[in-house]
């Protein structure tokens, strides 16, 4: 069974399939991780997917009634937005106010495509800087990349990730958490998709993504679980 899943959600659909192939030891789960822009993109153009979990509602958005059994959809997770800067960096970066100002040059984003690219503008919107921000912008295509480009220690000052990417990181630290309400929930829905070959299989996983097991996955790498 083919479950696509946004990048941020590796580390923890990892751990929850060794949990499933007690449960269901005959079922061979095969993960297909990449920004929810790109996935969303690939099932468009009939990739072979029997569940998909996004990172951001547009993305599943684009996809309801024609590619998703809507009636399986659900909100699964929610995820908080932060700003990271390297471990040992000493620009006294410490709020996303301050991207705005010469204490940073240069900052990793997600691009406007990636759902933690859309909720960064967002941010910086609300702080009527994103016209300054854009143009200082190194873009990834998902939260990883970010993470990756502030971890490498390069000529990036600073970073906007999930705050469960950052807590898996070792080489950066987190600065802030964006101003509330700066943003819309970071909210992850999951759906079976309408060409699954496995129909069944695929909404039996969906349920137990919301079982006690599942669940204290999830909130031990920092998730929060929809109830």
């Known amino acids: 069974m083919n479950v696509f899943a946004a990048i941020s959600l590796t580390k923890a659909l990892n751990r929850i399939a060794t949990l499933y192939k007690v449960v269901v030891p005959d079922l061979t789960l095969s993960f297909k991780f990449a920004s929810s822009s790109k996935l ?21 958005n684009d996809l309801t009634g024609k590619f998703t059994d809507d009636a399986t959809r659900r ?44 909720y960064s503008e967002e941010i910086f919107k609300s702080l009527k800087g994103w016209d300054i921000v854009s143009k200082k912008a190194f873009f990834g295509s998902n939260s990883k990349k970010v993470l990756a480009q502030v971890e490498s220690l390069s000529v990036v000052d600073c970073g906007v990730v999930y705050a469960t990417d950052a807590a898996t990181a070792k080489n950066v630290k987190v600065v802030a958490f964006a101003p509330e309400g700066s943003h819309k929930p ?7 998709l309408k060409g699954s070959k496995n129909p069944k299989a695929a909404k039996a996983f969906l349920d137990f993504l919301s079982s006690p097991e599942a669940v204290a996955v999830f909130e031990k790498i920092g998730f929060g679980v929809v109830k």
């Open 40 to 60: 969303k993109t690939q099932i468009e153009n009939g990739a072979d997917a029997d569940l998909f979990i996004s990172a951001g509602q547009k993305q599943m």
């Open 75 to 118: 909100n699964l997770l929610v995820n908080k937005v932060v700003l990271i800067v390297p471990q040992n960096s000493t620009k006294g970066i410490s709020s996303f106010e301050d991207v705005l100002t010469n204490k940073v040059s240069l900052v990793a984003l997600g691009n406007s495509a990636a759902p933690i690219g859309q």
């Open 186 to 192: 970071v909210v992850y829905p999951a759906a079976v």
